[in-house]
Nanobody, 123 residues
């Protein structure tokens, strides 16, 4: 079992940057695909970025490609989401999650979820 705790959210102006962290507990963190999702008010939860268990393979939603970077440190059991050139439409609660499915982008493919961290981008 994996427990996930996100941090690093906050209020930032458009064009600014934030780095989200997701700390995991459990001995098998390095075996999991990790993903970041977000959910804005009144909208469905959507995939943002994913990373393979080695960290060598990453994949992104088109809406964040070129602006966001996902990475992981298996020794620290932490996955990160560096967000640059933020836009007001990036405002959402951001969640990290773990999966056993390489390349997974759909929420049902992820087994464990954090509680989320709020990101607000002002115009």
């Amino acid at each position: 079992q994996v427990q996930l705790v996100e941090s690093g959210g906050g209020l930032v102006q458009a064009g600014g940057s934030l780095r989200l962290s997701c700390a995991a507990s459990g001995r098998t963190f390095s075996r999991y695909v990790m993903g970041w999702f977000r959910q804005a008010p009144g909208k469905e939860r959507e995939f943002v970025a994913g990373i393979s268990w080695t960290g060598f393979d990453t994949y992104y939603a088109d809406s964040v490609k070129g602006r966001f970077t996902i990475s992981r440190d298996n020794a620290k059991k932490t996955v990160y989401l560096q967000m640059n050139s933020l836009k007001p439409e990036d405002t959402a609660v951001y969640y990290c999650a773990s999966s056993n499915i390489i390349g997974a982008t759909m929420p049902p493919s992820y087994d464990y979820w954090g509680q989320g961290t709020q990101v607000t981008v002002s115009s």
